[in-house]
DNA sequence: ACCGATATAATGTCTATACATTAAATATCG
DNA sequence: CGATATTTAATGTATAGACATTATATCGGT
């Protein structure tokens, strides 16, 4: 045995209730009975149940014991990586190239985005991102010079105001809206399309500790790209 | 105080990392330090730092001691739940309307259809998703039989196969592909759109312990439905 | 300066115990 | 019978200590 005895009891629990043997609603042993069956104190059963109930598969009551928990909403796992980390992954060169940049305040009427500005002006950033030098998406940028001011002396001519930002300011909450769209007569050119033709558009809000950092549109070219998600059982928060 | 003191320890470290005082690669105190300041056993701490560790907060190595965990790809919890609930969390009345229905064998040379038969038969279930009657996606689903029996004596007239089989055999691991694609002929007319109009596409596969039993591809009526993820502080896995 | 053996500091695990908390079960009283 | 008080079984939290593990640091010898 390589592995603690909490962790074994834990695996051994989630083995069974991911494998159907437990069903929600089954009650699982008291600690005492798992102290007695492994031979162990009641804090190490009391670690490893803890740990399953964090880990949303058991349910435990004071008086009523330890229950498998019945699933809540299936969550997965979804990577919003930066992109130029994602298509290095892949083999391909990212680039980018910077189509607009201005600074400038809230547009009268656009409430998002005198919210983002919080007061003070917002940078515009307008740009193209490239795959191996083929047009992969465009991106319309809006970032929130209070919460960044380093920003506006930033260089953004090739590098990715994403990847400057996750390096420099990352986000603690965000809002992702993902969509089909069909390209603009502008996003058709530089992606060398004809307009209308479909594209996943993906629109993201940030904010770092209730702050607004950054509105971010991007259009990408269809087929060239995909979101994959995938989910499995949880990687257990090892040692 | 009403809650637990490892509980209080990790909320305030919790705190000060999202909130940028403490910086990634930053040293946080060690446990005997933190057990002087607040008056308290060290399994105590330990329990704080831990969880910590687990939420991904924290970097915890010995002899060396405990640092601020340098950011890992930023991932996301994505809720990609069952049409029917998600519809009636916004008052519309969801509804399903199924348009083919066979059982068969995988077509010859698609592996795919041959990985999720696994040796057995594929029911096949064409359908389309309707809010409050207005048609909103069509869906393409097959189930493998080997992993779901039960599933060829189901009634899916009316109810939707995803929410049957969500009720029936949750799965363990799921991939989901998320793309913009143009409506084939056929999507278009029932959709009531022009063939070649933007849609939403997502595709997935889920599986129960490594058994394939699913693949669904659902097109989406765009403007009429967008995936929304949201992120935020980690709710702590309370009490 | 280098390499290897040893010491050390930190976390990792576990025990045995104590008391608190809570919700279910049970008893009691009107 | 029904409402209320009490018991009790289970988890929740915490303590003080012990030993294991391991990466780092230090010391010696060549």
């Known amino acids: 045995m390589k592995q603690p005895l909490h962790e074994k009891i834990r695996a051994d629990f989630e083995a069974r209730i991911l494998a159907g043997m437990l069903a929600p609603g089954d009650r699982l042993p008291t600690e005492q009975e798992l102290m007695q069956e492994h031979g162990c104190s009641r804090m190490t059963v009391n670690k490893a149940l803890s740990a399953l109930q964090s880990a949303g598969l058991v349910e435990r009551r004071k008086k009523a014991g330890s229950f498998v928990a019945r699933p809540r909403f299936h969550s997965m ?18 680039s980018y190239r910077l189509t607009r940049r201005q600074v400038r305040g809230p547009i009268a009427g656009r409430d998002k ?78 992606l060398g ?45 090892g040692n």
Chains 1, 2 share one sequence.
Not at 159 to 184: C, D, K
Not at 208 to 227: E, H, S
Request: proline letters at 6%; glycine letters at 10%.
């Open 193 to 237: 399309i004809v307009p209308g033709a479909p594209c996943l558009c993906v629109e993201r809000h940030t904010w770092r500790g209730g702050d607004p950092i950054t509105y971010v549109r991007q259009v990408f070219l269809a087929d060239a790209y995909d979101m994959v998600a995938r989910f499995g059982p949880s990687g257990s928060g």
């Open 77 to 94: 796992v979804l990577d919003i990586p930066d992109l130029a980390v994602q298509l290095g992954e892949r083999g391909q060169r990212h």
């Open 113 to 190: 985005e005198a919210a983002l500005a919080n007061g003070a002006q917002l940078l515009e950033l307008d740009g193209i991102h490239c795959a191996d030098d083929r047009p992969l998406a465009v991106e319309h940028r809006l970032i929130a010079t209070r919460a960044v001011p380093a920003i506006v002396d930033g260089d953004f001519d090739s590098i990715s105001p994403g990847t400057w930002l996750l390096q420099h300011v990352p986000w603690t909450e965000a809002e992702n809206r993902i969509s089909a769209v069909g390209a603009t007569r502008g996003e058709a050119a530089l």
